[in-house]
């Protein structure tokens, strides 16, 4: 079931931050899909697509062995636009809920020592990494993260209605 089907997010107002994109019912569950918007989407450059890469694996893994929250983990991948990632979590947490394992992702960038699963067997596009360039977005979106944990703009999307195409289909970005 879509609970917010009729508004989208105004990317001209958006700042970065930990969003609810949307709530849906999976079989009895409820599943949340966030949005970790890491840039300013068209006010600032987007993220360098190899340092992306390497924050999707870097990430994704700590993730996904985090022993608190491991079990409720469905999915993290970054944005088409650069601009941050996706991450789907059982339940229908607050972004302030998710703030703190938020911060400790992006913090665990920081002392990784290679990129794991960085290899042919393991990665569609393996020599496309930047470990010191994911360092330094990490570091700069954790940092901010810290300074506005009590900006309540970091956890709402401005809201627009739903784009509406000549051909009567509704535009969706994921
Ligand atoms: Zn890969």
């Given at each position: 079931m879509e609970l917010i089907a009729s508004f989208s997010v105004d990317h001209t107002k958006i700042v970065p931050g930990i969003f609810v994109s949307r709530e849906d019912n999976v079989g009895d569950s409820m599943v949340t899909t966030y949005d970790i918007r890491v840039t300013r989407p068209n006010r600032e450059p987007a993220i360098d697509v190899a340092a992306m890469h390497t924050l999707e694996h870097i990430i994704a893994t700590f993730l996904r062995n985090d022993t608190d929250w491991k079990d409720d983990i469905i999915y993290w991948g970054p944005m088409g636009c650069?601009?941050?990632?996706?991450?789907?979590?059982?339940?229908?947490?607050?972004?302030?809920?998710?703030?703190?394992?938020?911060?400790?992702?992006?913090e665990s960038v920081k002392s990784a020592e290679s990129v794991p699963g960085a290899t042919p067997e393991n990665c569609g596009h393996y020599l496309m990494h930047n470990l010191e360039m994911a360092k330094w977005y990490a570091a700069k979106f954790a940092n901010y993260l810290i300074s506005n944990s009590e900006n309540d703009e970091i956890f709402l999307y401005p809201k627009t209605e739903r784009l509406i195409m000549d051909d009567n289909q509704k535009f969706y970005d994921s």
């Open positions: 650069l601009t941050g990632f996706y991450l789907i979590l059982k339940g229908n947490r607050s972004p302030k809920d998710i703030y703190g394992l938020i911060l400790k992702a992006f």
